[in-house]
């Protein structure tokens, strides 16, 4: 499965520093705003332990782990709805992706101006969510003005006029999409357009090292509120310090860490988190040629999982040979899994748990 997030944000605020960290590419970081308007593109590994666990249990010929594409848009200003800074090339670079990650600035840096002159994460939620509230409304007005312009509306346009005049209304008070309880009906309708504040969000609150050591800035307090009212998930990054410290050999790299108590890179939290946020579970197959991750979307059956792998292993399917991750971790080894009884074999309509480790059976 392709899946793709947008980093989204103000000039300035650690976007590409970010994307370099999750891509590991080596984009250009600038420290003035360049008003460039040409989107990063890069591939992101989701952190895996249990890829990492199966590796080391068979070492196969390739480790193949779940994928992210990740999309570094250009750095939106107030007015980018209607032209100005990267305008409208940033509708073409994220009306397609997945999820979008919001990057804020809390960070302080005499060297790295911020573009309003100041560091306001409230101001600054507002300038982007307003942006893409104003996306949507144009998408709305565009798509209905071309409706009521057609001599003969087809049929399958009867239901969505009503309900683009339903969002059009809600945006014009500030009321994003995702708000909107649409009946499945209504989404269906409206499905063939991209709307930005239709899509899952996760916020990044980018600190310096001294905010993060503190686990104070300002704006704190309303952001996590703010979090809490969208349902958006919210990280606090010090993506400067991360990016040095992945320049370092793995042991001074655990050093680094632990001085600055990270159990976990914030990179790798982000991956996850984005991974989750849009209701993906991965299974996984291991064997001497290959440890691979499957990405899947919560609830799927073992058949359609098959799928996933080749259509001719869906429509042979016989069987699922499975042990859940836990357990095999636990005893080792399959050969032991088998003998405590853990390895069992499901049919068809199995629903796939995130960390299946599988063999399908099958015949064609």
Not at 109 to 131: G, Y
Not at 174 to 199: G, Q, R, W, Y
Not at 211 to 230: C, I, R, V
Not at 290 to 307: F, P
Request: hydrophobic residues 40%.
């Amino acid at each position: 499965m392709a899946l793709s997030c947008g980093i989204v944000g103000l000039p300035l605020t650690g976007k590409t520093t970010l994307f370099n960290l999750m891509t590991g590419l080596d984009m250009e970081i600038s420290h003035f705003y360049s008003g460039k308007t040409q989107a990063n593109k890069g591939i992101a590994h989701i952190p895996d332990e249990r890829v990492d666990f199966l590796a080391d249990l068979y070492h196969p010929k390739k480790t193949t782990y779940a994928q992210l594409e990740v999309i570094d848009i250009p750095g939106l200003v107030q007015g980018a709805s209607k032209g100005e800074g990267s305008g409208n090339s940033f509708l073409e670079a994220i009306g397609e992706v997945d999820i979008l990650v919001h990057v804020l600035r809390a960070f302080e840096n005499d060297d790295i101006m911020h573009v309003d002159d100041s560091v306001n994460i409230k101001r600054d939620l507002a300038t982007i969510d307003t942006e893409l509230l104003l996306s949507d409304l144009a998408i709305c007005e565009t798509r209905l003005e071309r409706i009521k312009s057609q001599s003969r509306k087809k049929v399958e346009n009867a239901l969505e006029e009503p309900v683009l005049e339903k969002i059009k209304a809600a945006l014009e008070e500030e009321i994003p999409m995702s708000s909107l309880n649409l009946s499945e009906e209504e989404k269906d309708a409206v499905v063939h357009l991209s709307f930005l504040t239709n899509k899952p969000m996760v916020l990044v609150a980018n600190l310096d090292e001294k905010q993060f050591k503190s686990g104070e800035y300002p704006g704190k307090d309303y952001l996590q509120e703010y979090a809490t009212e969208t349902k958006r998930e919210l990280l606090e990054i010090c993506a400067q310090t991360e990016a040095e410290i992945a320049q370092l050999d793995d042991e001074d790299r655990a050093l680094f860490l632990e001085d600055l108590n990270i159990e976990e890179p914030g990179i790798k939290r982000l991956a996850k988190t984005v991974y989750t946020s849009l209701g993906l579970i991965s299974f996984l197959t291991a064997g001497d040629d290959e440890v691979k991750a499957w990405t899947i979307r919560q609830g799927l059956t073992a058949k359609k999982a098959a799928g996933k792998i080749h259509s001719d292993i869906e429509r042979g399917f016989i069987r699922a040979e499975l042990i859940a991750y836990d357990d095999l971790k636990r005893c080792g080894t399959m050969v032991k899994g088998r003998e405590q009884g853990l390895v069992r074999l499901e049919g068809k309509e199995y629903v796939m748990a995130d960390g299946d480790i599988v063999n399908f059976r099958f015949n064609v």
